[in-house]
């Protein structure tokens, strides 16, 4: 694997740009994901927009994988492959994309819920992106990967769910997959120290049960062994002199007139 890079101002203004390019692409993936769509033509439009914007979909061919897209349903961890499978009423689906613009990779995955989603499920796709704002808490220079690793191991347990070890983050930049690890459980004050210029993916693999995982026989397909829903929530961030960056995902609107 690719060793470990720091980047420049100018080339994490470049990987947000592709940043740019699959925020997009999730925001479609979210208009379109609705009870009777196929995960394929989930793919097929994802596909066209990354290359309709000029970049590569970074998934497509990797290490064989044949799709643009991960479409992983209920107790589908990460790396389903689109099919005809369609939705229907009360699914979660993780959505994952990749994208090269120019030689620079960013990566990101959503979970959405499909229809009418028991209010359980619904927690587990909640608790699962809170798990990444508690990561990216420790994501200033002077933190430890062990720092992220921890806070988000630890608000995916106390809230009873189970933490996929298998499967971790990573550094990113001209490869989809660099140093360093970016595991989901962990020790505080532990791990590689964080500078500015490093750019990684934080995305936590949360599951309702217990955090074992098998792969099916296409492959490719992570499942939870106990066949619980599972959630992913995923975004490529640069650490800074000051806050981390979020290149795969604007700002959130900030609220006007009252609250905190
Ligand atoms: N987003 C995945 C990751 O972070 C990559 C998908 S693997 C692929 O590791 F083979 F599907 F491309
Ligand atoms: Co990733």
Request: with cysteine.
């Amino acid at each position: 694997m690719q060793g470990l890079t720091i980047k420049d101002k100018a080339q994490i203004a470049l990987m947000r740009k592709s940043g740019q390019i699959v925020e997009e692409v999730l925001h479609l993936m979210e208009r379109m994901a609705a009870p009777g769509i196929s995960t394929l033509a989930l793919d097929e439009a994802a596909h066209n927009f990354i290359r309709e914007r000029g970049a590569e979909p970074s998934f497509l061919n990797y290490r064989g994988y044949p799709a643009s897209i991960c479409t992983s349903i209920n107790e589908e961890v990460v790396h389903g492959i689109p099919s005809a499978r369609t939705l229907i009423d009360g699914d979660i689906l993780s959505v994952d994309v990749g994208a090269c613009l120019d030689g620079w990779h960013s990566d990101a995955a959503r979970t959405f819920l499909i229809g009418n989603v028991s209010a359980e499920v619904e927690r587990l796709v909640r608790v699962t992106k809170e798990c990444f704002y508690k990561g990216l808490q420790y994501a200033y220079e002077g933190f430890r990967v062990g720092d992220i690793s921890f806070a988000i191991q630890e608000h995916a347990e106390v809230n009873g769910y189970g933490v996929v070890r298998e499967l971790v983050g990573h550094g990113i930049g001209r490869s989809m997959h660099e140093q360093p690890d970016v595991p989901n459980f962990g020790t505080k004050g532990h791990g590689l120290r964080l500078i500015a210029g490093m750019t990684i993916a934080i995305e936590p693999m949360i599951n309702m049960g217990s955090a074992a995982v098998s792969v099916l026989s296409d492959g490719w397909t992570v499942i939870a062994s106990d066949r619980k829903p599972s959630a992913h929530y995923e975004n490529t961030i640069a650490i800074t002199k000051g806050a981390p960056l979020l290149l795969t995902k604007s700002p959130d609107a900030v609220s006007r007139g009252g609250g905190s």
